[in-house]
C-alpha cells in the first residue's frame, strides 16, 4: 500500500512539474504614450488600460509626468499583454490638513474615468509605437 502511494505521489509531482513548465508566459509589450486635453499636456493623470477580455490578464496603468509622457505597467512588469483594452484616464488631488479631514476628488472630465463611457480604446500589439490620447472637454 505504501508503494502504491509512494509511486501515486511521485507521479503526481512529475504532472505539476511537466505542468508548470508547459504553462505559457505572459509577454508583456512596452506601451508609452502622451496626454493632452484641450491641446495641453496633463501631469499626474492616471492612464488606466482595461482588457476588453477579462481572460487577458490584470489591467495596466502609468502616470503622466509634465510634458503628458507616461509609460505603462502591469503591477511589476513594464507593459501590458498584447490585447485590445477600454482606456480610461482620471486624476485624483486630495485636499485637507491632515488623513482625518483629507478628501480626494477626480479633477479630470469625469466621462474619462469610465471604461464604458470614455470612449477611448488601444489594441497593443508586439510592435507598438507610441499612443496619443489628445483629448477635449
Do not use: R, W
Not at 47 to 59: E, I
Not at 72 to 89: E, N, R
Not at 99 to 112: E, R, S
Amino acid at each position: 500500500m505504501k508503494k502504491n502511494f509512494t509511486i501515486l505521489l511521485l507521479v503526481l509531482l512529475a504532472f505539476c512539474v511537466v505542468a508548470t513548465g508547459c504553462a505559457k508566459k505572459k509577454t508583456f509589450v512596452p506601451v508609452e504614450g502622451t496626454l493632452t486635453l484641450n491641446g495641453e499636456p496633463v501631469e499626474g493623470a492616471t492612464v488606466c488600460f482595461v482588457p476588453v477580455d477579462g481572460n487577458v490578464g490584470a489591467a495596466a496603468a502609468g502616470t503622466t509626468d509634465a510634458s503628458g509622457h507616461f509609460t505603462v505597467t502591469t503591477g511589476s512588469d513594464a507593459g501590458c499583454v498584447p490585447a485590445d483594452y477600454k482606456v480610461t484616464v482620471y486624476k485624483i488631488e486630495t485636499s485637507g490638513d491632515s488623513i482625518l479631514t483629507a478628501k480626494a476628488a477626480n479633477k479630470f472630465p469625469g466621462q474619462f474615468a469610465d471604461p464604458e463611457k470614455s470612449g477611448l480604446t488601444a489594441t497593443v500589439t508586439k510592435k507598438m509605437e507610441p499612443l496619443k490620447f489628445d483629448l477635449s472637454n
